[in-house]
């Protein structure tokens, strides 16, 4: 089967191409155009990112017809395909809107089957992709299930059960901010800049971990819930306290190595309290925040460690962030599971809930 | 008047305090530098309103809307909007989007953080502007007008 898959819920614009046989990925292709305007702005600005969208998704498109046939003829690429999916929700419904409409344009101009995906979905089965070189961890008959996927991003933090491919049950989620907002807001108040992960990370490399302690909410409470939103109080009032010291070599990237394990600590903690609660055999690491480095190993770790039975799979690097290919990914599994959906019946949902 | 909360059980008072005077049609403001305590104010301000579900930053999406309790009928509030103009550069940008139409439902409660990011919402006469500074240790000072 082959899908073009479009991806415009948040500030990249991006594009896929993915053939999957015997349910294997045999061909890979993506074009992502990631809107560097907004790191002048510190954030995501929906007007604008609509008009980039709207200006940069049928040249990626050409580009990645190019790619795949030689040459950006969108009749030619048409004819080869089989279905079309983008993301209908959730994020920004001005973004939304621009992929979505033109994967059900040309859903219906090619005569092509077409299905409405969710972002989270997508996130999760970007496990599913292969890197640069080599093959894909997961593939249509790894036996994985039951499965959490912890899917933690700029506008997300869920943990997730899945019974099967499709089936979602939503454990937890955040009650404020979301993990990589926490990280973007204590960037902003450390002074550094967007995304703030990266930057907190990068900084983090030279500090003390266990410099600081920052409070880690929920972190024993009996649910799944998380709570991001008091972490950033702390920052500023810890920065506040310590003006003093914001020349000291060590100071900042003590507080950025001390942020981030607060934040990562509660990630954890959940994901593996939900992976033994639910007896399941896989854990599936997905979004934004994935390619935290802090984040990877010490989940990898504390698995090891809690539930050693249980499979760690974290997705590549490159397809942590918003892409497209994991639309594609996630339409092959539903294409498998459902019918596809009617083009002119789809419209965009802005808070598209998964597994409630 | 300046007022001083000095804990968590303060900030719930004053939110319970706000919202029993609001009915639908109102919009609130809210001004402060992050951590200030915006959230906390709209956590509290909502469950006062018989919001049941969870408050989440509309942050990424800018608002998300919530069903008030059933007893707040009789105030005309029906649903609680809860938006976020932190990332907005131009306010144009939300007008565009038909945010005019969302704030100015008769049944709706609107509260927006970073409301200075918006200026004409001072045009509006069912809006209130709320300012959220730091005070002492963690004292946080809230100014109304």
């Keep these: ?356 | 008047m300046p007022i001083t909360i000095k804990t968590i059980d303060d900030m719930k008072e004053y939110a319970r305090k706000i919202a029993v005077d609001l009915h639908g049609g109102d919009i609130i403001g809210l001004v402060g530098e992050l951590g200030a305590g915006k959230t906390t104010f709209t956590q509290f301000l909502a469950e006062a309103l018989g919001v049941t579900k969870d408050i989440k930053s509309p942050t990424f999406i800018l608002f998300r809307e919530y069903a008030a309790g059933p007893d707040l009928r009789v105030r005309g509030i029906l649903k609680l909007v809860h938006a976020d103009a932190y990332r907005i550069e131009d306010e144009d940008e939300l007008w565009s989007i038909g945010f005019d139409d969302i704030i100015t439902e008769p049944d709706t409660v609107t509260v927006i953080e970073w409301a200075d990011k918006l200026p004409s919402m001072r045009d509006y006469s069912t809006y209130r502007e709320f300012k959220f500074g730091f005070g002492e240790g963690e004292e946080r000072v809230i100014s109304c007008g």
């Design chain 1, 1 to 356: 089967m082959r899908i073009l898959g479009i991806e415009s819920s948040c500030d990249d614009s991006a594009v896929a191409y993915l053939e999957v046989k015997r349910g294997k990925v045999a061909r890979l292709e993506y074009v992502v155009a990631s809107q560097v305007i907004h790191e002048k702005y510190g954030g995501v600005v929906p007007e604008v990112a609509a008009r980039e969208h709207s200006a940069k998704i049928p040249p990626i498109l050409d580009a990645l017809a190019e790619k795949v046939i030689g040459k950006p003829d969108g009749r030619a690429f048409g004819e080869i395909v089989d279905a079309v999916a983008a993301t209908a929700g959730p994020g920004l419904v001005t973004s939304l809107r621009v992929g979505l409409d033109t994967g059900r344009a040309l859903a219906a101009a090619w005569d092509k089957d077409f299905y409405a995906i969710n972002h989270i979905e997508g996130h999760i089965y970007s496990n599913w992709l292969p890197g640069e070189k080599g093959k894909a961890k997961l593939d249509e008959s790894s036996d994985i299930f039951p499965a959490i996927a912890l899917v933690v991003s700029g506008g997300h933090t869920e943990l997730l059960l899945m019974k099967g491919h499709g089936q979602y049950k939503l454990l937890g989620a955040t009650a404020d901010d979301a993990a990589g907002e926490a990280f973007d807001k204590s960037a902003k108040l450390m002074g550094l800049g967007y995304p703030g992960g990266p930057a907190i990370s990068n900084l983090a490399k030279g500090g003390d971990p266990s410099a600081y302690d920052f409070p880690r909410p929920l972190l024993n409470s009996d649910d799944l819930r998380f709570s991001f939103s008091g972490l950033k109080t702390a920052v500023r009032y810890f920065l506040r306290d310590n003006e003093d010291r914001f020349d000291e070599k060590k100071f900042l990237p003590d507080v950025a190595a001390s942020t981030e394990q607060a934040i990562v600590d509660v990630l954890v903690a959940k994901a593996v309290s939900a992976a033994k609660k639910n007896g399941v055999r896989t854990v599936l690491l997905a979004g934004g925040v994935a390619a935290n480095p802090k984040l990877r190993a010490t989940l990898a770790a504390e698995l090891k460690k809690h539930v050693p039975k249980v499979r760690f799979v974290e997705p590549e690097l490159v397809h942590c962030t918003d892409n497209a290919g994991m639309i594609a990914m996630a339409a092959y599994h539903q294409s498998q599971l459902r019918k596809p959906d009617d083009w002119r019946k789809i419209e965009a949902d802005p808070l598209w809930e998964l597994g409630r």
